[in-house]
Antibody, heavy 117, light 109 residues
Framework: EVQLVESGGGLVQPGGSLRLSCAASGFTFSSYWMHWVRQVPGKGLVWVSLINSDGRTTSYADSVKGRFTISRDNAKNTLYLQMNSLRAEDTAVYYC??????????WGQGTLVTVAS | QSALTQPASVSGSPGQSITISCTGTSSDVGSYNLVSWYQQHPGKAPKLMIYEVSQRPSGVSNRFSGSKSGNTASLTISGLQTEDEADYYCSSYARSSTLFGGGTKLTVL
């Protein structure tokens, strides 16, 4: 069974940092492009970042470029999102997702990040 | 990186059909057949309903269908059922990024 389990969310002050993790199981993690998508509670989905299967290609939404870094450890079957210089508007549920453009799409249950003083 | 445009809400009665539109530009929806549709129930993760404009993943009811014309993609749900009541999001590949629509709340009256 394909599973994606996010962790690392929590309460952080503005300007602070947080690292999210997404543990993958049930499939060959190293074969898939992966994404982070966020959702403010009660609002819509917003794409954050993607990374290709070997980690050499990444892309970011303009709103997080220069502050967030996506990475992966294929040996540990884990996806990461390092979030620095956090702002109140980064408050959201963060989902990791596999295969946004294909039948292999799968999502985790999300982890809540709250940026507040 | 502007969001795709969806109606905020649509409604229908059980057994009826509804269509949700998703309008992008020639740089995203109009250029790629990589449009997906997701269903999201409250408190749950999104679930893929349509990929590559009109393909249905295994396990998704054939009451769900997708199409595209120019810069606008559409999701049609036929034979509405109460369990179809949810939020629906379109997404499109857009040159090394992904755009989502703002979401459409489907109410089954």
């Amino acid at each position: 069974e394909v599973q994606l389990v996010e962790s690392g969310g929590g309460l952080v002050q503005p300007g602070g940092s947080l690292r999210l993790s997404c543990a993958a199981s049930g499939f060959t993690f190293s074969s898939y492009w992966m994404h982070w998508v966020r959702q403010v509670p009660g609002k819509g989905l917003v794409w954050v970042s993607l990374i290709n299967s070997d980690g050499r290609t990444t892309s970011y939404a303009d709103s997080v470029k220069g502050r967030f870094t996506i990475s992966r450890d294929n040996a540990k079957n884990t996806l990461y999102l390092q979030m620095n210089s956090l702002r109140a508007e980064d408050t959201a549920v963060y989902y990791c997702a596999r295969g946004l453009y294909s039948s292999s799409s799968a999502w985790g249950q999300g982890t809540l990040v709250t940026v507040a003083s | 990186q502007s969001a795709l445009t969806q109606p905020a809400s649509v409604s229908g009665s059980p057994g009826q059909s509804i269509t949700i539109s998703c309008t992008g530009t020639s740089s995203d929806v109009g250029s790629y057949n990589l449009v997906s549709w997701y269903q999201q129930h409250p408190g749950k993760a999104p679930k893929l309903m349509i990929y590559e404009v009109s393909q249905r993943p295994s396990g998704v009811s054939n009451r769900f269908s997708g199409s595209k014309s120019g810069n606008t993609a559409s999701l049609t749900i036929s034979g509405l059922q109460t369990e179809d009541e949810a939020d629906y999001y379109c997404s499109s590949y857009a040159r090394s990024s992904t755009l989502f629509g703002g979401g459409t709340k489907l109410t089954v009256l």
